[in-house]
């Protein structure tokens, strides 16, 4: 738990994205239809899509409450202000906007957010502080909300969901980087805006057994354990890439990553420490891997293991495949 010098905020600070439109080039405002916005999902998504224009700007409107304490002239919080944080890790775009009272008690505010296409890559993570002055000090953070909306410009669908991407590549005629490992039957990439699988089709019979769909018979039992194999080592990869690149607070507190690597973060934590909070949780894996943890880095491994052989399924494939071989076994002696 983290502890801050000042008074802060309780209670629920409310906001949504209301609408969106967007601007192509000398051509004027549309509205972005429902579909590519979901509450639900809290995701406005903004890639290509031939429904509607090559975009060039964005316009968001929000809306947001503020609770009646937070605005209470005897309160311990004055120049109380309400503000929304666009931010991007792959660009690392920042974009601060304030908003606006609408109300006469002004507890309910408003803003209209513009993005600009050409300043993201990815999925930008949207969030709103309340800031106030307090002691004297102003432009403390008083309160965030729990509420994250996300700004994708890649995907056609609200949804928070990234599917991993699988391409079979022949390693041997492919990049320079791909034919040093020509020998493997797999890499998986965390470099890209989401992590990716190369199969090495040179790799003799690897490519056959992957693209098999269904079937019975020791070459589907052999594909499921392969498959759970590769899922676990790609939770694995991803985890690592998560964790190396952290950013850290002030006072030393790691935060959640955005996109996919916070995403992965928030799977695999609750397998890692069943005992703790995800934020407990993010607070062990950084000191043992920046070394001011007593178990350390390599007791941390085990954790990363379990965690990653269970969300990739492989306990379970491997008891049906031990149960499927003895099944054929037993066929073949009868």
């Not at 919080?77 to 008690?105: C, G, I, P, Y």
């Not at 056609?156 to 791909?178: D, K, Q, W």
């Not at 031990?322 to 066929?331: A, F, H, S, V």
């Amino acid at each position: 738990m983290k502890v801050y010098p000042y008074r802060r905020l309780t209670g629920n600070v409310s906001w949504r994205v209301d609408s969106a439109q967007l601007k192509a080039e000398g051509e004027p405002w549309e509205d972005v239809e429902s579909k590519y916005l979901s509450t639900v999902e809290r995701v406005v998504a903004l890639g290509p899509d031939e429904d509607r224009p090559d975009w060039t700007q964005a316009r968001l409107r929000l809306s947001a409450g503020l609770p009646a304490k937070a605005l209470d002239p005897s309160g311990p919080w004055q120049d109380v202000k309400l503000v929304a944080v666009l931010a991007e890790r792959a660009t690392n775009t920042r974009t601060t906007l304030e908003f606006a009272a609408v109300s006469e008690d002004a507890r309910e505010r408003t803003a209209e957010l513009y993005v600009h296409r050409c300043d993201f890559l990815d999925r930008a993570s949207l969030t709103v502080h309340v800031v106030a002055t307090v002691d004297g000090v102003p432009g403390r953070v008083i309160a965030t909300s729990d509420v994250e909306w996300f700004v994708d410009v890649i995907e056609t669908a609200p949804s928070l969901a990234r599917e991993l991407e699988v391409r079979m590549v022949n390693f041997a005629a492919g990049a320079s980087r791909l034919q040093r490992y020509k020998d493997s039957p797999w890499l998986v990439d965390t470099t890209g805006r989401i992590p990716a699988v190369r199969v090495n089709t040179d790799f003799d019979g690897l490519g056959d057994l992957m693209g098999a769909d269904g079937g019975t018979g020791p070459e589907a039992t052999v594909r499921e354990l392969l498959l759970a194999q590769m899922c676990s080592e790609v939770w694995t990869a991803v985890f690592h890439s998560a964790v190396g690149d952290l950013e850290v607070e002030e006072d030393g507190t790691p935060v959640f990553p955005h996109g996919w690597q916070g995403e992965v973060l928030r799977e695999m934590l609750p397998d890692m420490y069943a005992d703790r909070e995800p934020e407990q949780a993010l607070r062990a894996v950084h000191a043992a891997r920046t070394g001011s943890s007593a178990t350390g880095w390599g007791e941390l491994q085990s954790r990363i293991h379990f965690a990653a052989s269970r969300r990739a399924g492989v306990p379970r494939t491997l008891s049906t495949t031990i149960r499927d071989l003895e099944r054929l076994t037993q066929g073949d002696d009868a």
